[in-house]
């Protein structure tokens, strides 16, 4: 699987548009963007996954460069429960292998 | 439904003895993980189970630590003997799609 690349750390205010980049340049045609979440003290959450349209879903926005080697996580309305590790995950999604590789994420921390 | 559920949630034992984890996955997901998260080592997958049978054990950290899965419904995690470096906090995760897992709330363990 590709490796990604995420800055350590983020703040934003609450209420406003919270993007979280994320560096994927070895990414190959056939690897998903995936995003999870933690928040503090409970499992992973899944947030949204993609291949190279951009998606949305109730939670967030995913959108990815016509190269593919980036993409954005959007939170639209931060609110103060979205305060939680980010992690950017790319991997192939049709295969007998599951697994996810979480990486050291971003922690997003947001402020009211 | 009710996610996948974990026990006990918080576990203290002392060196030498043996420690059994438990999961039941959300009902009708025929894939389940295994996963270890530390300060340290940050979230690792530890092994993962389809259709109750074993598919990847290459991050099952050593003979200590044995999984099983009898049934569909119901996986064990056991190390013996436990050790104070095998404190984490064990997440079990299922999914059905591949695209995302639903993760427990994990155990968090203590050995001393």
């Known amino acids: 699987d590709a490796k990604t690349t995420q800055p350590p750390s983020m703040d934003c205010a609450e209420g406003r548009a919270a993007n979280l980049p994320c560096n994927h340049s070895?990414?190959?045609?056939?690897?998903?963007v995936y995003w999870y979440r933690q928040i503090h003290s409970q499992g992973p959450q899944y947030i949204i996954h993609?291949?190279?349209n951009n998606e949305t879903n109730e939670m967030a926005s995913l959108i990815i460069t016509e190269d593919r080697k980036s993409s954005t996580l959007i939170l639209p309305h931060a609110t103060l429960r979205d305060t939680a590790v980010y992690y950017c995950?790319?991997?192939?999604?049709?295969?007998?292998?599951?697994?996810?590789?979480f990486g050291a994420g971003t922690t997003v921390t947001v402020r009211a | 439904d009710a996610g996948v559920i974990q026990s006990p949630r918080h576990e203290v034992t002392e060196m030498g003895q043996e420690v059994t984890l438990r999961c039941k996955p959300i009902?009708?997901?025929?894939?389940l993980f295994w996963y270890r998260q530390t300060m340290m080592r940050g979230l690792e997958l530890l092994i993962y189970?389809?259709?109750?049978?074993?598919?990847?054990d290459s991050g099952m950290p050593e003979d200590r630590f044995s999984a099983k899965m009898p049934n569909a419904s119901f996986s064990t995690l056991k190390i013996q003997p436990s050790e104070p470096r095998d404190s984490a906090v064990y997440f079990c995760?299922?999914?059905?799609?591949?695209?995302?897992?639903?993760f427990g709330p994990g155990t968090r363990l203590t050995v001393t």
């Open positions: 995950i790319v991997r192939v999604a049709m295969t007998p292998d599951y697994k996810l590789s």
């Open positions: 070895t990414i190959s045609g056939n690897e998903y």
């Open positions: 009902s009708g997901h025929d894939y």
């Open positions: 995760a299922s999914t059905m799609t591949g695209y995302e897992q639903y």
């Open positions: 189970f389809n259709n109750n049978v074993p598919i990847d």
């Open positions: 993609g291949l190279k």
